[in-house]
């Protein structure tokens, strides 16, 4: 098929060659054009349904955040969180920090940590630990709700976050001391411009996030789509299963919790949010996945901003790979002892189906 089209670059050209384009495609390949065409149309679809999903959890939520912002609670939050820092080896002004992340995201961290580093003499250790906490304690509100929406029971994914942010934080804390590694002094190397926007300003901001949430979550479904024609699924699912089976995590759940393991929470938690209404994965995988994509999210695009503010690669990369990996493996060891009728009670809700009912327990 000869490929040859108008020069004409006006906007009525460009047109009329798309329209030209189209055509022989549909001529010469009608078969292969059709599928093209149905199989983009569902994954745009699909993208709809997760997205909407999401943004009736995110929506409301940051707008609430926003309020409690402008109302200076999360500082008073931070206050209360403040004598437990010394249990990882923090000063107490940490306490705002880590608070601001919680309520916030780590972007909302970071600055509040900008604010107060040159009032601190702070090592390199300890700009580690507070930000591995940070990695794995951060957008509670929003992050907490998906998980809630897969099925996993808020209190219980609050407890393991924050209990896994200070246990993790201890350990860090005490492995660099003993070590004696990490004891110089920090160097921040980021600084926020100074930003106060205006209510509109703040809107249309929130807006364009909703915008590429949309975008990403059309693009991880396409991959994935197309890694499944190529194979690269089973491959992945055989490689992984003796790694993260230990875990509980079974190969139907293995590609999403990747996702939310690279990329985040949100985007991995919205693709489970899914299955999880399908039916197509098993609930104690699906809590297994939560855990591990709740305790270590993000790792590559993270772990550099928090490069950014004087952190060092081994606690925010290794540090937090390993203990998410290890700390998975004990509790899903310990839910294995529990009977269905506790889990179900406890920890773990079945997700409402895609025509509103209710997916049975599993036995």
Request: no cysteine; proline share 4%.
């Amino acid at each position: 098929m000869a490929l040859v089209f108008s020069t004409d670059w006006s906007i009525r050209g460009v047109q009329n060659t798309v329209k030209e384009i189209g055509a022989r495609m549909t001529h010469h390949y009608p078969v292969a054009f059709s599928l093209l065409a149905r199989g983009i149309a569902n994954i745009f679809k699909d993208t709809i349904r997760i997205s909407m999903v999401l943004f009736r959890i995110l929506i409301p939520i940051v707008i609430i955040i926003k309020i409690l912002e402008e109302l200076g609670l999360i500082a008073v939050i931070g206050s209360v969180l403040a004598p437990l820092m010394s249990l990882a080896g923090l000063p107490g002004s940490m306490g705002i920090v880590l608070a601001t992340a919680i309520f916030t995201n780590i972007y909302g961290g970071m600055v509040a940590f900008a604010a107060i580093f040159a009032s601190e003499q702070l090592t390199v250790a300890q700009v580690t630990v507070i930000a591995t906490m940070m990695l794995v304690a951060h957008n509670f509100p929003i992050e907490l709700a998906v998980a809630r929406k897969a099925g996993m029971r808020v209190g219980v994914a609050f407890g393991v976050r924050m209990v896994g942010a200070f246990v993790l934080g201890a350990v860090l804390y005490h492995t660099y001391r003993l070590g004696d590694w990490l004891q110089q002094e920090a160097v921040l190397l980021w600084r926020p411009p100074y930003e106060n926007p205006t209510l509109v300003q703040w809107a249309l901001g929130e807006v364009q996030k909703l915008l590429i949430i949309f975008v990403i979550i059309f693009a991880l479904l396409l991959v994935l789509k197309i890694l499944e024609r190529l194979g690269v699924n089973e491959f992945l699912k055989w490689a992984l299963r003796p790694l993260l089976g230990r875990m509980g995590i079974g190969p139907e759940a293995t590609n999403i919790t990747l996702v939310g393991m690279m990329l985040g929470l949100a985007y991995g938690g919205g693709l489970i949010i899914r299955e999880a209404q399908s039916g197509n994965i098993p609930h104690r995988d699906i809590f297994a996945s939560l855990t591990l994509m709740g305790l270590t999210h993000s790792l590559i695009e993270d772990t550099l901003l928090m490069m950014l503010i004087g952190g060092h690669f081994s606690g925010l990369f290794w540090g937090r790979l390993l203990f998410s990996l290890v700390a998975v493996y004990l509790i899903m060891r310990l839910l294995s002892r529990v009977p269905d009728h506790t889990f179900y009670r406890f920890a773990f809700h079945p997700a409402r189906r895609e025509d509103g009912g209710v997916q049975e327990p599993q036995r």
